[in-house]
């Protein structure tokens, strides 16, 4: 076997397993020691079978990590992470919409449940502030939540 057949093999391999950037890829078969020419023709081969594509790999990464009530800044960061340009980084934003305070809302809404066992209203909205600026979400976003979630207003027993 050619070891152009090993590479094509194994890049066939993991992705099968789950989808990949091109970046990606491209690190995962050079860390197994194939040669640089080798990879480039098997990633350009993957990527005229459809089996590569970072606009569409960028656009359902960024879906999956929204789902999981991830902010644009945390997105941002973990599309980079994947070797993405920021011509797909952009769009795959712009196809999310502008969801962001609603997937901002669903995040604080679960983690309500174990704030609301702390006393002091200033330390909970600390924790929930820390724990949406965590996730990747603005600042005004965060904010603008903070204040209009009844959990974490202040009582006027509390002033």
């Known amino acids: 076997m050619d070891n152009n057949n090993k590479v094509l093999n194994k890049a066939f391999d993991l992705l099968s397993r789950r989808a990949h ?4 890829l491209r690190n995962k078969l050079y860390k197994r020691k194939f040669f640089k ?10 990527e005229g079978l459809g089996l590569l594509n970072d606009e569409l790999f960028a656009r359902d990464y960024a879906a999956e990590l929204a789902g999981q009530g991830k902010g644009r800044f945390k ?6 992470s994947k070797g993405l340009s920021e011509d797909n980084i952009e769009k795959a934003l712009e196809n999310l919409g502008d969801c962001e305070l609603e997937n901002a809302e669903k995040a604080l809404n679960r983690k309500l449940v174990s704030l609301i ?4 209203i200033n330390k909970r909205r ?13 600042s005004d976003i965060i904010t603008k939540l903070i204040d209009k979630t009844e ?5 006027k ?3």
Not at 75 to 80: A, D, N, S, T, V
Not at 151 to 155: D, G, P, T, V
């Open 157 to 159: 027993s509390e002033y």
């Open 126 to 138: 600390q924790k929930a502030y820390r724990f949406l600026a965590y996730r990747g979400f603005s």
């Open 37 to 46: 020419c080798d990879i480039d023709i098997v990633i350009a081969e993957c």
């Open 21 to 24: 950037s091109a970046q990606e």
């Open 151 to 155: 959990e974490l207003q202040y009582r």
């Open 75 to 80: 997105l941002k960061m973990q599309l980079r």
């Open 117 to 120: 066992h702390e006393k002091d």
